[in-house]
């Protein structure tokens, strides 16, 4: 079955950056993967969290900087991260800003996450 997505849902999340959700839970109801636009605007940075998802990251534009057990990995326009499920990490971006597509399996949910 083919199914065409008219659009993403945007998910309001605090702190400026916005989520743009084509493929997941809210979007189009997909439990099993979500794929999502990410625009964060300079400085953003998050919680720590602990997923139960892997997550891929694809950075578009700007400087993704993921804080993990093994040091600060920078990764930016051109480059990817894997991120598996169990590992604690916490998101920021760079002085710039950053654009990203951000891939998770399975897909995102607020209890997933494991947000401190």
Not at 63 to 83: C, D, K
Request: charged share 20%; aromatic share 6%; proline share 9%.
């Amino acid at each position: 079955m083919i199914v065409k997505i008219e659009g993403p849902t945007r998910i309001p999340v605090p702190g400026g950056k916005l989520i743009d959700e084509h493929v997941g839970r809210v979007n189009s109801g997909d439990e099993a993967v979500s794929i999502a636009h990410m625009t964060a605007p300079p400085g953003w940075e998050e919680p720590a969290q602990t997923p139960s998802f892997t997550e891929y990251t694809v950075v578009l534009r700007g400087t993704v900087i993921v804080e993990h057990a093994e040091g600060v990995t920078e990764v930016e326009a051109g480059q990817s991260l894997v991120t598996s499920p169990g590992e604690k990490v916490r998101y920021r971006v760079g002085p710039e800003g950053a654009e990203y597509i951000a891939v998770c399996l399975p897909a995102f949910s607020p209890e997933a996450a494991g947000r401190d």
